[in-house]
Nanobody
Framework: QVQLVESGGGLVQAGGSLRLSCAAS????????MGWFRQAPGKEREFVGR???????TYTDSVKGRFTISRDNAKNTVYLQMNSLKPEDTAVYYC???????????????WGQGTQVTVSS
């Protein structure tokens, strides 16, 4: 079992930055692929990016060059650094853990409760 708790969300102006954190319980954190997803009001959940066991990361096109995912296995924490934020980045952001390298929600086994990010124009 893995429990995930996100933090760091909030209100920011367009062009600003936020860093989300996702703290994981359990001793096998380093074994999991950690993903970030987001869901805006009235929209489906969307893959944002993921970081593998080795630290390599993948991003959806809309955030490439602006968002960076990193992990600290010693702290059982994964981060989502978001720069140059846009109003369309407004959503609830979720971290997720899974054993498969994927971009779809069903490929992840554990989810956090989400944290709200609001970008004002």
């Amino acid at each position: 079992q893995v429990q995930l708790v996100e933090s760091g969300g909030g209100l920011v102006q367009a062009g600003g930055s936020l860093r989300l954190s996702c703290a994981a319980s359990g001793r096998t954190f380093s074994s999991y692929v950690m993903g970030w997803f987001r869901q805006a009001p009235g929209k489906e959940r969307e893959f944002v990016g993921r970081v593998s066991w080795s630290g390599s990361s993948t991003y959806t096109d809309s955030v490439k060059g602006r968002f960076t995912i990193s992990r600290d296995n010693a702290k059982n924490t994964v981060y989502l650094q978001m720069n140059s934020l846009k109003p369309e980045d407004t959503a609830v952001y979720y971290c997720a853990a899974g054993l498969r390298v994927g971009v779809r929600g069903y490929e992840y086994d554990y989810w956090g409760q989400g944290t709200q990010v609001t970008v004002s124009s």
